[in-house]
């Protein structure tokens, strides 16, 4: 084996590691922050002061990662 045929093996190495790294971390972490309303549920009304809950994450909070989405669409 050449250092380029070494180098390649190592480079997909890593990768394939870091893809089972994320799909892990999505299995135990399904969810992220919502970046509309920042994680707390509810968005400020544009006027006034009222507040209603965020329409992307309906309010929980949370978002499902995509990892996650492709977890569920490959074991479901």
Do not use: Q
């Amino acid at each position: 084996m050449g250092s380029d045929a070494v180098l390649l093996f190592r480079a997909v190495l890593v990768a394939a590691f870091l893809v089972v790294w994320y799909l892990l971390t999505c299995r135990i972490f399904p969810y992220r922050r919502c970046r509309a309303c920042g994680g707390s549920g509810s968005r400020k009304a544009p006027f006034g002061s009222s507040y209603a809950p965020c329409r992307r994450c309906a309010g929980s909070g949370g978002r499902l990662r995509l990892g996650r989405h492709i977890w569920n669409f490959l074991f479901r």
